[in-house]
């Protein structure tokens, strides 16, 4: 099982720019999670789904967010226009099914810059 | 306030050594709590998931401990290895939105041979 696939690992971008992060769940999980990890606040959840749909988008910042699931196998998180202060690890994990217990697991994580 | 609080944030140990982390929470009325291990420049990796009728967990050298009472949890490291340095997050989960999990800040810990 290669785990949760993200792309890109790594991104720099200029303030003002689309940034567009992929992710690609362990197969057979229906539960996808997106997250945001800083030195400041740590890890905080953005938004999630079950089954393609999305449950909670709470944590989402701002307008400037949107996710999408097409797909069980594919999600992607957008920003449009980036600041600076969108600056942090994205990370994206998956889950069998929701509930007690189940156990997230994370992908790598997608490093983004905004100058 | 966070209603996850880890101590402390950051911690130095030699190799072979004990060391004890702990975690104090606020959520309530709570499912589980869990600790995670995140090695630098990776996502974060489950070492134990205690329900609130737990007191203890084990894998291997890590131990977690659960008083739901007090709301203090704590993961134990025994005999640490140099690749034992990383973050521990501590990770509690509402009872009714249990795919909601709500973070601690972690405590780095660094061991040194």
């Known amino acids: 099982d290669a785990g949760v696939i993200q792309s890109p690992r790594h991104e720099v971008t200029e303030m003002g720019q689309e940034v567009t992060l992929r992710c690609k769940p362990i197969s057979g999980h229906n539960s996808l999670f997106w997250y945001r990890q800083t030195m400041m606040r740590g890890l905080e959840l953005l938004i999630y789904f079950n089954n393609n749909v999305p449950i909670d988008d709470s944590g989402m910042p701002e307008d400037r967010f949107s996710a999408k699931m097409p797909n069980a196998s594919f999600s992607t998180l957008k920003i449009q226009p980036s600041e600076p202060r969108d600056s942090a690890v994205y990370f994206c994990?998956?889950?069998?099914?929701?509930?007690?217990?189940?156990?997230?697991?994370f992908g790598p994580g997608t490093r983004l810059t905004v100058l | 306030k966070n209603q996850v609080e880890q101590s402390p944030q950051s911690l130095i140990i030699l190799e072979g050594k004990n060391c004890t982390l702990q975690c104090n929470y606020t959520v309530s009325p709570f499912s589980n709590l869990r600790w995670y291990k995140q090695d630098t420049g990776r996502g974060p990796v489950s070492l134990t998931i205690m329900t609130f009728s737990e007191n203890t967990k084990s894998n291997g050298r890590y131990t977690a401990t659960l008083d739901a009472d007090t709301k203090q949890s704590s993961l134990h490291i025994t005999a640490s290895q140099l690749s034992d340095s990383a973050s521990y997050i501590c990770?509690?989960?509402?009872?009714?939105?249990?795919?909601?999990?709500?973070f601690g800040t972690g405590t780095r810990l660094q061991v040194f041979p």
């Open positions: 990770v509690v989960s509402h009872h009714y939105n249990t795919d909601k999990l709500i």
């Open positions: 994990a998956s889950t069998k099914s929701s509930g007690q217990n189940n156990e997230q697991f």
